[in-house]
DNA sequence: CGTCTGCTTGAGTAATGTCAAATCTAGTGG
DNA sequence: CCACTAGATTTGACATTACTCAAGCAGACG
């Protein structure tokens, strides 16, 4: 795909990154665009590599996992279409902070680091909107934070299906479904727990019919039954 | 004190976040700026409360910690001199998301909202350096989901006080003085453990030589040391 | 049909949380 | 100066969550 095919410009014309630009600086936002489509499993980027561009995913999904000096694993993030990714660090240690890994195919825009920091500061409106998208991020950072250290595995993993559902949830006849194709791996990465325990819950659940889980998609039948869990 | 105390102007004009600022500049932040002094204990903010100013340590120390509708409670930063705090929510959703009290007797400036806004528009630089300070938090509260997750409680209080000696250490005779008064609690609150595994842990590492505790401050012996552990 | 990846289930165990109680320290006021 | 108190810390005993490891199963895909 090119950055002037419309159905690109559009995509990035609707970024929430974007709110509030006058036309013509969106026209040479996507002038700049580089618009690259990756199949499933491919790498975005590499934890540790120097960060050369910043991202936003168009369509697809993207594991944002961060790997310890040890074995251990978290993702920090799914990343939607319409969601940045990959492009804080630009502004601190210009290290990529985590892989970034195609759950599906997908396809991202991206803009050189000194496009990049040339278009904020010529529309320091792109500033504000960064600084609110990191706000957010930051604050729901803090709420894992806190869910990690004070909420046991289940009301930890109810907790994170909830925010899946807000992030990404489709309503459909038989529920919420949350729009990331997720392994009971990504789940427990995501929770803080294991995959024996993400299993083991999940089936519950099914059972009491609170999800649906077709292998295809994970579905909150019951919003309300998972939020009772989610508070203890 | 008054904002326009020399010491007081001193002191924000020297702050990261109006780095690159012309003297101008730093002249109408200075002006702007109400400096209050609140005793120890003291409430800064309250968790939920609108957030009507943008704030910054001067002097002392605060404990920016969130509880959850449950009782749990975590301790999301310790603020030093010279940082921010409490100002994201400006840009979200205005509601303070954990309280903020005063560790010891401490002075803040701070700015109103509408006058901060009005500043940022005017020297978009303080954006910039408010996305870069937003931004190293970030992947420090990352890398405390990471640790929370695949650490065990004595590798995770290691962690925390690397981090803590990084952000507030003082070079003494004995070794590294952590600059926060803090309690067991305290580290207990912010490593995503309990008090009483704290002590032990410490008493342990007391013994060991690893660290010296006068009840005054915290100070690490052998930094090395306790890097080894923090390391697994 | 075979292989690979992901999922389920069971059994055993260790880390650490919970609770109770004793001890210590700093500060207060007589 | 000393007794008293409140808050913080230490230590012990115990309970339990959820991690670890092993084994078998299911579905997808070539």
Redesign the interface.
Known sequence: MHPHDPEVTAAITALDLFAGLPASALDEVTARARVRTLGRGARMFDQGEPVERAHVLLSGAIRIA?A???G???V?RFIGPGEIFGS??I???HLY??DGIAMVGSTEASWARADWLDL??RY?RI??N???I??????E??D????????RAERRIANTLLRLARQAGRATGAGTEIGFPLRRKDIA?IS??TLFTVSRTLNDWRRQGLIADDRRALTLVSMAGIGRIA??
Do not use: C, K, N, Y
């Open positions: 961060q310890g000096s040890d251990g694993q978290v920090l804080v660090a502004f601190t240690d902070p985590a904020i500061e320091p500033a504000l960064l600084i609110t990191v706000g957010r991020r930051l604050a950072l803090q894992r934070v806190r869910e990690m250290a004070t909420q990465d803080g727990t508070l203890g």
